[in-house]
């Protein structure tokens, strides 16, 4: 047994607990309070510091790591159309599996303990479980068109793809299945994908090009596909409504972004016991502006912090992620209030574990849960300060001074 002590415990489905232990054996949480009643085992005294639940990194792109900076200041069509010319004469498969091997180092030694990736190579499942992190792979499928033709062989080169990951499958490392956006996705993929019985990821509301496109055929992305002779016409009143549509939001899946979600996008969400993924500063750097983040929580929606790809963020900081999340919101709402850091921790951990199904085995300190911890360095002085708001807004070095899975030490 292994007694991590430490000047503060988050427990996040608790108050904070001052002066106080996790304690792990076999990987898992054996203990959760005070250091005073704490059970025997070697000890590890972090000082002055601050445990809590592993970060839940809720929508990443691991592959795309070397391609920060490089992109910078594009419409969001434009930026897409670069990617993709990146990805095919910067990129090799090499160059992928290192990019995903980069993206996951920084990621841990932040505090992510938990990746939810969504990748076009099918690099990222290898390289979480090289690194030992716990995570699910979304593998990627495009197919704009819905000629039948195209249609299967899309899905055809889905299967192939998911045939040659089932090997790799780990009781960390799981697959999944994204199909990737309204603008590259016809609506009889959307139905296929949504009948494979794989957990399901998928890029929507995210832009107002994306829901002109969805709603009236129209915009950058609908002038785009009909210069490839793809014809274009309207497909649903919004994104959310074209998933519910198609079958997709039936099948519980995650909904990154989801900017563009109004009232009756909410409530069909929360009906479906879909979840999304929230990510910031990625929506900001890109111009997309600020998800109504308050509305989907006050509709019972589960949702966690994604830091999106390094193409659109160029860092992968989840305690910033939470750190913007929360002034933006601030800003948007005019409240002070707004999304408290305790709440915004919340997202990080138990809230990113629900909206991946994980909860039950991750995202709080509690007995009988997985070992996965990440512990920051407070500052020295300043020892009797809210110990979660100084996490959420106050650290100057966010780097983590101690990861685990399931009790394996990482940091």
């Not at 005073?36 to 790591?65: F, K, M, R, Y």
């Not at 497909?235 to 109004?262: F, M, N, S």
């Amino acid at each position: 047994m292994i007694c991590y002590h430490a000047r503060w415990i988050a427990p996040v489905s608790a108050p904070p607990i001052r002066d106080g232990t996790v304690a792990e054996s076999g990987g898992r949480i054996v203990y959760v309070g005070p250091r005073a009643s704490a059970p025997d085992g070697e000890p590890c005294d972090l000082g002055q510091a601050i445990i809590v639940p592993g970060l839940i990194n809720a929508h990443t792109h691991l592959e795309l790591t070397l391609l920060r900076g490089l992109m910078a200041d594009l419409p969001f069509r434009e930026w897409i159309v670069r990617l993709q010319q990146l990805k095919t004469t910067l990129m090799t498969r090499e160059r992928f599996a290192e990019a995903a091997r980069l993206g996951i180092a920084e990621g841990v030694r932040a505090g992510v303990t938990t990746f939810a990736d969504t990748c076009d190579s099918g690099v990222a499942l290898a390289a979480m479980r090289d690194a030992r992190v716990r995570g699910i792979m979304y593998q990627e499928v495009f197919c704009p068109s819905a000629d039948p033709q195209q249609v299967a062989a899309a899905a055809t080169g889905l299967r192939e793809k998911l045939a040659a990951l089932e090997p790799l499958e780990t009781d960390l490392q799981g697959v999944g299945v994204s199909p990737h956006a309204p603008y590259t996705v016809s609506d009889p993929l959307f139905a296929l994908v949504a009948r494979s019985g794989r957990p399901i990821a998928v890029h929507i509301a995210e832009s107002d090009a994306e829901c002109a496109f969805v709603s009236q055929g129209i915009g950058p992305f609908a002038d785009g596909l009909r210069g490839r002779g793809i014809p274009v016409a309207p497909r649903a009143r919004t994104p959310v409504e074209l998933l519910r549509r198609v079958g997709v939001l039936d099948q519980r899946p995650l909904l990154i972004h989801c900017l563009h979600a109004d009232e009756a996008d909410r409530c069909a969400i929360a009906d479906s016991g879909a979840t999304v993924a929230h990510c910031p500063i990625s929506n900001a750097k890109l111009g997309h502006g600020t998800a109504p983040l308050m509305e989907l929580l006050d509709a019972n929606i589960p949702v966690g912090l994604g830091s999106d790809s390094m193409a659109s963020n160029d860092r992968m900081d989840l305690l910033d992620e939470a750190r913007i999340a929360v002034l933006a919101q601030r800003a948007r709402t005019h409240r002070p209030d707004a999304l408290p850091a305790t709440q915004a921790l919340h997202l990080l951990t138990l809230g990113g574990a629900r909206a991946l199904g994980l909860d039950a085995r991750i995202g709080s300190l509690e007995s009988g849960k997985d070992a996965d911890l990440a512990a920051f360095a407070l500052p020295q002085s300043m020892p009797d300060a809210d110990p979660v708001a100084l996490l959420i807004f106050g650290l100057v070095d966010r780097r983590a001074v101690l990861v685990t899975v399931r009790g394996q030490r990482l940091v």
